[in-house]
């Protein structure tokens, strides 16, 4: 058997699989994807499925929890778009602030904006940018964003960003991605730059 005929076969096989799984995929709901670990990435990737989103006509809205920079790329580029309303909320990270009182007040104000998001059935994706450092960090309690989460319109979509997730909020995920860092520019002595880190 020629090596052409044998990838054929075995793609064919391949196909049925996948086509059988599609198949089988019937439920249509909003899903909590969850985009954790050390890696870098988990941003991006929550914002490049929001503009997925918005290319096909779906109302979005970003909450960034800690970064409290208006000058990010990402900010710079969706402040405008009619259909992403883009709320920064914190005033940077707890090592650059330094005031532990400030950080857990912006926290309950994201929170309270969050609330009436996940309430509000025109939004079909919602991202909340490095809200997990929230329940590391103790600034919000866990119990009543997982019942707004689990109540929450049907067809709504959530993506949570941040390094470590509770373990109870795992449960209730749809989806999780763990972002490994194998290696970082910066720690070579690559200072953060422009369109690559913020």
């Avoid at 104000?109 to 609330?115: I, K, S, V």
């Avoid at 970082?184 to 690559?190: E, K, L, P, S, T």
Wanted: net charge positive; glycine share 8%.
């Amino acid at each position: 058997m020629t090596e052409k005929k044998t990838h054929q076969q075995r793609m064919a096989r391949k196909k049925e699989v996948i086509d059988a799984r599609i198949a089988s995929a019937k439920e249509e709901r909003g899903v909590l994807i969850l985009l954790k670990g050390n890696g870098k990435g988990k941003s991006s990737s929550a914002l490049g499925t929001m503009a997925r989103c918005a290319g096909h006509g779906k109302k979005s809205a970003v909450i960034q929890f800690i970064k409290g920079r208006r000058e990010t790329g990402e900010y710079l580029f969706f402040r405008d778009h009619p259909l992403i309303d883009w709320h920064v909320m914190g005033h940077g990270f707890t090592w650059e602030t330094q005031d532990k009182t400030q950080d857990i007040t912006a926290a309950q104000q994201a929170w309270a904006l969050a609330e009436k998001l996940l309430q509000d059935d025109r939004y079909e994706m919602l991202v909340f940018d490095e809200m997990a450092y929230m329940f590391k960090y103790k600034y919000l309690p866990l119990e009543p964003v997982i019942e707004a989460l689990q109540n929450r319109p049907r067809n709504q979509h959530v993506m949570i960003t941040g390094r470590v997730m509770p373990e109870r909020l795992e449960a209730i995920a749809d989806t999780i991605s763990n972002i490994k860092d194998e290696r970082h520019a910066f720690r070579q002595g690559v200072t953060a730059q422009a369109g690559i880190e913020f």
